[in-house]
């Protein structure tokens, strides 16, 4: 069964730099979303990508967040510089439509800002 | 925006009994509902979903409900196996959108 597969599993990185989550999504899927989940609350919606730019983005994705498809299987997640505040699970998401759609999730990104 | 509340944060139940986890949710125009199991240290699956223009579908042993008029929606387990033991969320989103509002959980405990 294909998968969204996501690296690393795990990332520390020191305040202030810059981390990039990979994520591969599965390969008829048109949709992508990035959604993060602090511990012990809510899974939160990010950005959604499609035909190669944002179409949703919440308010959590300010200026440090930005998406990128660089070829034709990846789909990253680069946070700018780094605060204590982004340490969270980061999900990456795929779907084949949008709205009302089965998205199937990676298995996360660990980010620790330290 | 979407605001989904989950009710309740954890849950346990004996093996063979029933669990029932409930959601609300706010945006009258969110038509779209997944449920996901997230198990210990994997990644989130569609267990069910349902649309709003229907109020209930069933899988097997799980089944949800809608109440579109009130604004919530539930997820029943019945005939729990240790097996179902996990995390589960409830999620909203409306129409043509693509991103999920998702509740904030309910850790569901199976005793054998």
């Known amino acids: 069964e294909p998968e969204v597969t996501q690296t690393p599993s795990h990332q520390v990185t020191q305040m202030g730099q810059e981390v990039i989550l990979r994520c591969v999504p599965i390969?008829?899927?048109?949709?992508f979303y990035w959604y993060r989940q602090i511990l012990g609350q809510k899974v939160e919606f990010l950005v959604s990508f499609y035909n190669n730019e944002i179409s949703e983005k919440s308010e959590i994705f300010d200026d440090q967040f930005s998406v990128e498809r660089p070829d034709g299987s990846n789909f990253t997640l680069k946070i700018r510089s780094t605060k204590l505040e982004d340490s969270a699970m980061y999900f990456c998401?795929?779907?084949?439509?949008?709205?009302?759609?089965?998205?199937?999730f990676g298995q996360g990104t660990r980010l620790t800002v330290v | 925006g979407e605001n989904v509340e989950q009710h309740p944060s954890t849950l346990s139940v004996q093996e063979g009994d029933s669990a029932v986890i409930k959601c609300t949710y706010s945006d009258s125009a969110s038509n779209y509902f997944p449920w996901y199991k997230q198990e210990l240290g994997k990644r989130p699956q569609l267990i069910i979903d349902?649309?709003?223009?229907?109020g209930e579908k069933k899988d097997q042993r799980i089944a949800v409900t809608l109440n579109k008029t009130a604004k919530h929606f539930s997820l029943h387990i019945t005939e729990t196996q240790p097996e179902d033991s996990a995390v589960y969320f409830c999620a909203a989103s409306r129409a043509g959108a693509n991103n999920l509002f998702f509740g904030t959980g309910t850790r569901l405990t199976v005793i054998p």
């Open positions: 998401a795929s779907s084949r439509a949008t709205g009302n759609t089965e998205a199937f």
């Open positions: 349902i649309r709003s223009n229907v």
């Open positions: 390969s008829n899927h048109l949709y």
